[in-house]
Structures are given as structure tokens and as C-alpha cells.
């Protein structure tokens, strides 16, 4: 990972701009390396008039440059470091007085009440021992939660008690800010000498060997004695807060402070596209695709690199003619499965099936995109890729003309390649835009705990609640992103679970399956619904999308829920506390970024009656794409965290469809099927195609199956006696989202399975979730082909 990528995720938020500026030190170290470049190949006369530098001639003139640079960002680390530690060891000494005026007053205490009753001790005692040392929750801003309820009312927290929960809570904030400030010092550390070793790399001036042991080493904030002393202070906190919280166990009050360190980063640190990276980290560690649980994730790039296969001896065959030797490679399933695959392609191209040459080509191309796509032998952006250069070569396309002649290679590529970028493409990057502004200014977060924090203590109504969460969640930010912003605010719920109890399982399996509900949600919730967008003329209204699916979401999920709490009985064993609201109000930026937002998606739901001004939604999306980026919002680095490998994906679905529908394949396939499901009717042949819609989902992700199959289906539509391709290609981009069944059918489901403990232990089996996520898949697919077939027809697609 670049560092600058490694500062932005462990910098503390509120501290960023006072880390070191190793950008801009990149930035002044390219600089440098131009004009040197420059001098050498002009000459030291012209290059001394368009220098950067206009007095000195010497490369140490850039040691000079460099080392003031580094000296200003030296300098700005140290006065904070000095202004920080000056206000956290004010707050230690406030914290040890209070501490002991506590232990003195509660000694007062005791005593004048063990005068007064033994017995009135003894409950007291009784009561704070279930309520601070065993029943308490740190919420996301460091506040202790009891987790108590008590039925009959009349015992409350004694003002001792809730003196000792406060001094708890600063005790724990002490610690985790004295943490951060270590934590500052070790990454400016490793800044300064980052940048030292680019420089030297750059301009071969090597620095580091004076600047950081002459330099860096004897500032304030990196001298051994500060550092010292620092971890004397986060020592001392250690102390007093076992003093008031485990009965003097320091090993204990260690690991507590450690584990609500832990929980803090997660909470107010972690994006969820961080979040997301790692996930996708342990996906790849266990082998998740979409054939199995231990497949690898990348089969060729296992094969040839981690496991050495080029490296192993070969395997030799003998025969009568003496022996064969051949290498390892060959024997790889992976390796076979692309053997079979451009076996089946070149069969295909000669085996003649069709009169016309381009739709012999084309469905062979078809073919093969198809099983790479569904064995993801490479990966699918790789294929998407692929699919315009076999489109050109093999001359697949026609012209649009009446004579719909056989393009030449040239001409082809003009055609092919406008296709790929239509305003689709802008509709899914201003999505993007949009939920990484909600991620990045923590609006979704903001929202999702407003909500959940009145969701009460009910098992039942929790779970719902956070289903609900899921699914509005997966509206704006995507089903992807969705499920990782549910689960991390979750986090202080499952902690708490006992072992024995559902409802951690129940929790997550709900999150899961209401994010995939929410992937049908909005028109940019999810790959498969833009994929339906461009085989839908025209384009239905965004209040229509709405109408259709919210009340198909809205029954899916109470089914589900129900479902669910008969099944695993989440309130069995389950510990619930509240969910801590985030009392602070929405500062300047939140509220820009939330007006842009809704502005942009109010236009989108009239984009048909301002299409005479815009012409189409995609081009609505580069509001939000300009003012967020224009304006800094987000930047460059936000803009290449942009899920590419879905636009990519896309955008060779886009041309396998051109392709399809130009070289006549899609019109001959369509008469094929039109053969079958004549007698049918609409509702009928929804029900067959959203059935086998349905299944090949579960087994395929549910965009490749949407790439495969909208575009048949919307020609079966077109093609019939009562002609509803709108409706058929709708319902069957909504049945893409409703296949959950196994743990790989979808990026929330693999997100739910790879969910784990505090001791790493998953929370969910794959028979847990195959038991569940079928009958979940059944209950959706029943109210899209009721509920949501009646909408649609009242809709009039």
C-alpha cells in the first residue's frame, strides 16, 4: 500500500492536516528530478533560465529546498505534538485528583453506611456489580451504556455509581487519545523517512543518513525521553482505571482499554470503503467465489505465482515412444477450465448453426464470455474486456442501416466503442460519487444510528429496525456498500452476545438479506438495475421505479423478518442495550453534501419532465460528479476508490449486447423462445423466466446473470403478441437481487459469511446460511411475481 494511502486510513480525522505532508513532499521531489532532467538535456545555460531554481547550480542547491520543506513539516508536528500533550496531561492530572476525591467520598461512604445498615451495603454493592462491571457497553463516543433493566424500578444508580461511570468514560477517552498521540509520533516517523528514501531514489542525494538521527531524532516529540514518558502517562491511565474498574487487576484493565481502543477506530475511523478492502482482503485469504467457499479467488494468478506450479518438476507420462513430459500448469483446474472454455468457443465458430456468419461469431463469443463470466476462471472485468476485442476481430457487428451490412474492423470499433459509454455509465459514477460523499462525511452512519437508537430493546424490533437500515442504506450507497456500514455500527450489539444466543446470527443474516432486497431498491442500487436501465425503452421514471419497489421491498422484508423469528428465535438468550445516538449536529459540510444529494435525486425523479433541458439522467449525474470533486469534497484518491471493475463490467455487457442485438442472434433467439412461451402470456412467461432467473443468480453473481439474460428477455418481451418488454426486463433485473440462497450468491451475503468474533470464529455456518437464505429467495420471488407483477401493470410497462 502507498503511504499517503497508509497516513489517509490511520490518521486520526481530526488531526489530518497535522501529519506529515508526504504528498506534497512527493509532489516538490518530482519537481526537483524535472529540473534536473531539464538541466541535463539543455545544457547548463538554457537550463539556468527556465531552472525552478534561478541562483544556485549545484544538486545541493535541492538538498537545501528539500531540507526547508522537511523543516516546515518538522516543525508544524512538533507544536502540535507540544500543544496536544500539554492538554492531555492537564486532563491526567484533573483525572488522578478526581479519582482520588472518589475513592475517598465513596470510602466515607461506605463506612457511613455500613453504620447505618449492613444489609443497604450489601444491596448497593449488589446493584453496582451488576451494573458497571458486568452489564456495560461502550457506545461510538466513548460513553459506558448500561445494558441493565430492572422491572420493578425502584433501584437506581447511586450518585457513586454514576460518578464512577463518568470517571470510567474519561478514563477510557484519556487513554485512547494518549494512544492516538503515540500512534502520531510513529507515523510521522516513518513519513519523514519515506520521504528521505524517495528523495535519494529520485535525485540520488541521499539524506536520510544526516536529516533523521541529526534532525528528526532530536526533536521534542521523537526524543526517547518523550516517548518514554508518553508511555509512563498511557501506563498511569492504565492504573487508574483499574483502580476504578477492576479492582486493582492491571492485566485486566489493560485488555479493556485495549478492546474499547479497538472499538473506537472501528466506529470513528473506519470508512466504509476501508472497511470494504478489508473484506475483500479476507475473501481473498479464504478463496470466497462464486464456485465455492475454498476455490481460489484469483485461479491462474494462485497457480502460476503462490503455489510455484512453473517451478514444479513436470509430470512425466510414459509411453511406448518413450516418455512425455508436460508441465504442471496443464493439469491445473483452472487451467482446464479455460482449455475447455476456448475449446467450446472454437467449436463453436466452426460448427455451423446459423446461416449468417456475424451471429455465428457472435454467439459463440456469447458462449464464451458467458462461462468465463460464471466460472470466473479470470476475472470478470478481464472478460468484459475481452468481449470488444473478440467483437472487432471476428467482425460481429452490422450496420444499422436497412442494409445492415457486416462492418469492417475499422468501422466496427467506432461502433462498438461509442456504444460502451452511454449515459448509463455517468448514472452508475454519479451513484458512486454520491455514496462515497455519504461514507466519507458519515451521513449514512449519522442517519443508520439516528434510527436504530429508537429501535428500543426488543430482539424482534431491533432486528427489523436494522433490516429497514439495510435496505434504505442499500438505496443510495449500493448493496456493497450497505451491509459493511450496517455490521460495523452493529459491532457493540454482537459483542455482547452470549455464545449460546441467535440473535448475533439472526442480526446479520438480516442485514444480508435486506441489503439484497435494497439492491432493487433505487435505479442505482445495484449493477443489475443499471444493466435493466439500458434494455428498457423508454427509461422508467424514477418515481415509477419507486412505486413498483418500495412496497415489494417493504412485504420482502417483514416476510423474511418473520421467517427469521420463527427459524432462529433471536430473542432466545439475546442481551440488548440501546444504541447511542450521535448527539452532534450536522455541521456545514454534511448539510452541502446532503442538499446536493437530494437535489441531484429529485431531478432524477422528474428527469423525464426535464429532459428537454438535460436530455437524459446520466447527464443529471455530473452534477453531483463536479460539485463534489470541484469543490474538494472528495479527491483525486476518492475518485480512484471508485469501484472501476464495475464500470468496466459493465460497460462489456453493454457491448456483448450491441453486439447481440446488431449481428441478428438476439432476433433468432427470441423467435426460438417465442415458439415455446407462445400459449404463455405475460404473467406465465414471468413466472419461467424469473424462476430460472432466480436460480441461475444463486449460482452466478447476480450482475453477470443480468448481463447474460436481460437482453433475451427483453426480446422474448418485445416479440410477443401483447408485447411488455419493459415489464419482463424489470421483473427479471428484480429477481436478480432476490437470489440469496448460498453464501456466495451476492457481495452482502459474502460479506455476512466472512463476518467473525472477536476470537476470529465466523457467525455463521453455510448450512445456517443455505437454511435460510432459500426460503428467504422463495419469499421475494413471490412477491415480485404477485405484488410486484400487479404494480408494474399499473405502472403500465
Known sequence: MKFSRTVQFNAVPEWSTYYIGYSNLKKLIH??????????ALGHHDAER???IPHEESTTEYDAIFRRALDDELGKICRFYSEKETELLAELDRLKKDIHDFHVRAGVEEASTSSGSSYTAHRHSDVESVAIERHEMLDKNGDVVSMENYNDGDEQFSEISDLKIMLKKRAIALYVS???????????????????????????????????????????????????????????????????????DIGQAKLELQGHLREYVVWERNTVWREMMGIEKNIQGVGITNQGLLVSSNPIADALEHRGVLNQPPIEIRTRLGAIRLPRLIFNSSFALLAI????F???????IFDEPEQQSCFAILIAASLLWATEVIPLFVTSMLIPLLIIVFRTVRSDDVYHERL?????????????????????????????????????????????SNAGTQPRNVLLTTMFVAMFLSMWISNVASPVLCLSIIQPLLRTQDSSSNFPKALILGIAFASNIGGMASPIASPQNIIALQNMYPNPTWLAWFFIVIPVCIFSILLIWLMMLVTLNPAKGAIITKIQRNTEKFNRTQIFVSAVTLITILLWCVSHKVESIFGDMGVLAIIPLVVFFGTGLLTKEDFNNFM??????????????????????LDSIAIGIRSVVSQMGIYGVMVVFGSLILIIATFISHTVAALILLPIVAQVGQAMDDPHPNLLVMGAALLCSCAMGLPTSGFPNVTAI????????????VALFITRGVPASGLAYIVVITLGFCLMKIVGL
Open 31 to 40: 519537481s526537483l528530478e524535472a529540473d534536473a532532467a531539464t538541466r541535463l
Open 50 to 52: 527556465i531552472s525552478l
Open 178 to 248: 494518549l494512544s492516538e498521540l503515540r500512534a502520531y509520533v510513529q507515523l510521522n516517523r516513518t513519513g519523514f523517512g519515506k520521504a528521505l528514501k524517495k528523495y535519494a531514489k529520485c535525485i540520488g542525494r541521499d539524506m536520510s543518513g544526516n536529516y533523521v538521527p541529526d534532525v528528526v531524532e532530536q526533536s521534542y516529540p521523537f526524543l526517547h525521553p518523550t516517548r518514554d514518558s508518553l508511555e509512563e502517562k498511557i501506563t498511569e491511565v492504565n492504573f487508574l482505571y483499574a483502580s476504578i474498574s477492576t479492582h486493582g
Open 341 to 344: 472454455t476456448a475449446v467450446v
Open 346 to 352: 472454437v467449436t463453436l465458430l466452426a460448427v455451423p
Open 408 to 452: 469492417n474492423a475499422p468501422d466496427a470499433t467506432k461502433y462498438i466503442f461509442a456504444a460502451m459509454w452511454t449515459p448509463v455509465i455517468m448514472l452508475l459514477l454519479g451513484g458512486f460519487s454520491i455514496a462515497a460523499a455519504l461514507s466519507k462525511y458519515n451521513i449514512a452512519k449519522v442517519i443508520a444510528t439516528w434510527v436504530l
Open 644 to 665: 472501476w471493475t464495475i464500470i468496466i463490467l459493465s460497460m462489456g455487457g453493454i457491448a456483448l449486447g450491441k453486439a447481440v442485438s446488431s449481428s441478428g442472434l
Open 754 to 765: 466472512c463476518t467473525t468474533d472477536d476470537q476470529g470464529r465466523p457467525y455463521l455456518s
